[in-house]
């Protein structure tokens, strides 16, 4: 199983149409504290869980005041098969967080036309492959709803503050939803308290972008995209 940590709502990236960004506005100022951290580390290490994977995530994790700490704190417990994090490379002392953190962390890097520069200097300095571009589209404002239960595709719990959500909060593309999942205080056995048969079972579930039963269309970039089979096919392919 795999989880993730929304580390921060900052993020320099300037891409219009990002997944994420009501979340990021609605959330403005949000950092998720070492206090916070200690209590997950805690609650999962006392709940005797392990992760194959933890993803941090935000906003821009490089702009997390508590990147390195943190990441510190997250190796040693070793809770986690991998750490891995998604990062634009936009942060002012990226290369300085980038070498503290890379001995135990893995990057995925995002790649776009605005921050190219900074992929292939990162890449070069680092010696990293170099990652495919991504495309940004708008999300659709008038999908067409589907049929419950969902076909889920996110299958990643998520650490938001002192809760965690089996569903991320900004994956609907629902213009007035709020998370698509169900959400638990941080504390022992956490895991017992999420129902996995709710994930694909919530409103938002018919209109979100991880459920390929839900078709929509959007203009944007000079294209048409039609999505509804699955969301790397939603970001690539133009009708």
Known sequence: MNIGILTTAKCSGPCPHCS???????????????????RFVNSTRRSGYQFSRLVLSGGEPLLWSNLVE?????????????????????????????????????????RYDWNEDLVAKACAKFELPKPRKKSHYPMPTAPQPASLPAICQCKRLNVFGD???????????????????????MSVNYLDRLD???????????MCVA?????????????????????????????
């Open 211 to 239: 459920n390929p039963k839900v078709v929509g269309t959007a203009r944007g970039m000079g294209r048409v995209i039609r999505f509804g089979r699955n969301v790397r096919e939603f970001v690539r392919k133009a009708i």
């Open 196 to 206: 996995e048969d709710r994930r694909t079972s919530q409103p938002t579930c018919a």
């Open 70 to 110: 943190g990441v510190t704190i997250l190796h040693g417990s070793k809770l986690f098969g991998e750490i891995a994090m998604h990062t634009n490379l936009a942060a002012p002392n990226a290369d300085e967080l980038i070498t503290a953190v890379l001995p135990y962390v893995t990057l995925r890097i995002s």
């Open 20 to 38: 994420a960004r009501k979340w990021m506005d609605a959330n403005k100022g949000y950092e998720f504290t070492i206090a916070q951290l200690c």
């Open 163 to 185: 809760r965690v959500d089996i569903c991320s909060p900004y994956r609907t593309i629902g213009i007035d939803t709020e998370t698509a999942g169900v959400s638990t205080g």
